[in-house]
């Protein structure tokens, strides 16, 4: 089984900047894409940010040019770096990754979430 473990949620101001981490464990064969998504109340869980294993990144418009994923293959990590935040950023953001483990499966993990509160 694989477990994403994020961190770096918080409150902010407008304009401010916060850095979310997912740590990924288990028994990972293989780390494919990862990425984050965020959910605010009433709303759907959407996409923000993507890395493949090869670094190709994509991002939801809403973030292009204030946010940015990284990923740190030797750690199973993954980053998103929020810059210039906004109130309409506020949710909670989950961390996502697929893969497959030793036995062959795939897999499709999330996270438990982090609170994103951006507010004055």
């Known amino acids: 089984q694989v477990q994403l473990v994020e961190s770096g949620g918080g409150l902010v101001q407008p304009g401010g900047s916060l850095r979310l981490s997912c740590v990924a464990s288990g028994s990972i064969f293989r780390l494919n894409g990862m990425g984050w998504y965020r959910q605010a109340p009433g709303k759907e869980r959407s996409l923000v940010a993507r890395i493949s294993s090869g670094g190709s990144t994509n991002y939801a418009d809403s973030v292009k040019g204030r946010f940015t994923i990284s990923r740190d293959n030797a750690r199973n990590t993954v980053y998103l770096q929020m810059n210039s935040l906004k109130p309409e950023d506020t949710a909670v953001y989950y961390c996502?990754?697929?893969?497959?483990?030793?036995?062959?499966?795939?897999?499709?993990?999330w996270g438990q979430g982090t609170q994103v509160t951006v507010s004055s």
């Open positions: 996502n990754a697929d893969g497959q483990y030793y036995s062959g499966n795939y897999y499709n993990a």
